[in-house]
Each structure stands twice: as structure tokens, then as C-alpha cells.
Antibody, heavy 112, light 112 residues
């Protein structure tokens, strides 16, 4: 079955960067866009952007341009998202979603 | 960005009762392809979102047929014919017709 396995929780300092992963299995990774979604504590969902593994093409929500960088490693069917210049506003759970399935989420906490 | 407005904010229902959740979009979600990219997802407590319905009314294979979706243009409805215990959680509508994808604020289904 389709699985999206995300990397574990991260505690990072303000101003630093964090890179998280989303390893796909059970489907052809290169055939589907991988999207990333932010869920701040107790709040709704925000679409960050997407990457097409086959070509590396990306699209970003304007709000997250310059904040998020999306990459993939086709050899391991893994998508990555790096968030830079972190502030407390970036503390959230981040989900990857692809082929209509969702990962379990990565909790990022920004704190000194 | 397209604003998705969900009502009610919360629902408290007994097992076996019907449920209805409304989702209204600030623009028509009918795309140039003739398709309407309106999805419903469920986030159970402490879990990541799970797919329920895509393109307004199409249920994913694992979703029980007590769920149904309807609507067009800017008004959409998710219905549960008879609520079961496993249905509790937060329901989100999500549009993918207009860039960027946007989500409703969620409707929390609680059991009486």
C-alpha cells in the first residue's frame, strides 16, 4: 500500500534552517506531484508548494517563496523540504502529501 | 487566494445520527478542464489527514458509503448518513482548482 514516511521531530534555533524528508513507497514516485502542507498548532492547513519528482519542477505558494526549498532524490523515492531563517511562526507540523495520501507529519519547534 | 468557508465550526452528534457539513468557496471551483477539484479530508485526533472524497463526490475506495459529497460552483456539502464512532475528528474541504490550493478552517465532529 502507499506509504509516505516522514522524518522525526526537530527542535531548531531561531535563524537556523531545517530539512525534513518524506520517503514514498507503494506507488511510482515519479508519477505524482508531492505537496507540502503546514499545520500550525490547533489551526487549519496551509499549502506550501509542490514538486514533480520526474522533472524537479516546483510551484510555491507566494507566502512561502524564499522560506521553503523543495528537492527530491529519485533513487530513494524521497522528497525533501528545507525551511530557512526559522522564526517562532514556523513552529508547526509539516505534512507531505502525494497520490492523495498523507505522511504522518514532522513537528518542527523553533526555540532558543 | 480562494477562501473556503466551512460551517458549522463544530457538530455534536450521537451515533447513528446524520451529519452535514457545508463548504463555500469565494470563486467557482469549476476548472477549465470541466472538472471541479474540491476534496474532503478527515483528521482524526492526533493523526494526519486522511483522504475521503475528491472531485466533489468521488469516494476513495476505502471510504464507507455512508459518506457522500455533493455541490457545484461555489457550494459543496459533505454528508454522513449515520455517524459512527470512527468518524469523529476535524473535516476539511480543500480546493485544488485555483493556485494555490486552499483549505477550509475545519469542522469538528464530536460525539454526544
Amino acid at each position: 500500500q502507499v506509504k509516505l514516511l516522514q522524518s522525526g521531530a526537530a527542535l531548531v534555533k531561531p535563524g537556523a534552517s531545517v530539512k525534513m524528508s518524506c520517503k514514498a513507497s507503494g506507488y511510482t514516485f515519479t508519477d505524482y506531484w508531492v505537496s507540502w502542507v503546514k499545520q500550525s498548532h490547533g489551526k487549519s492547513l496551509e499549502w506550501i508548494g509542490e514538486i514533480y519528482p520526474n522533472s524537479g519542477a516546483t510551484n510555491f505558494n507566494e507566502k512561502f517563496k524564499g522560506k521553503a526549498t523543495l528537492t527530491v532524490d529519485k533513487s530513494t523515492s524521497t522528497a525533501y523540504m528545507e525551511l530557512s531563517r526559522l522564526t517562532s511562526e514556523d513552529s508547526a507540523i509539516y505534512y507531505c502529501t502525494s497520490s492523495s495520501n498523507w505522511g504522518q507529519g514532522t513537528l518542527v519547534t523553533v526555540s532558543s | 487566494d480562494v477562501v473556503m468557508t466551512q460551517t458549522p465550526v463544530s457538530l455534536s452528534l450521537a451515533i447513528g445520527q446524520p451529519a452535514s457539513i457545508s463548504c463555500k468557496s469565494s470563486q467557482s471551483l469549476l476548472g477549465t478542464s470541466g472538472k471541479t477539484f474540491l476534496n474532503w479530508i478527515l483528521q482524526r485526533p492526533g493523526q494526519s489527514p486522511k483522504r475521503l472524497i475528491y472531485q466533489v463526490s468521488k469516494l476513495y475506495s476505502e471510504v464507507p458509503d455512508r459518506f457522500s459529497g455533493s455541490g457545484s460552483e461555489t457550494e459543496f456539502t459533505l454528508k454522513i448518513s449515520r455517524v459512527e464512532a470512527e468518524d469523529l475528528g476535524v473535516y476539511y474541504c480543500w480546493q485544488g482548482t485555483h493556485f494555490p490550493d486552499t483549505f477550509g478552517a475545519g469542522t469538528k465532529l464530536e460525539l454526544k
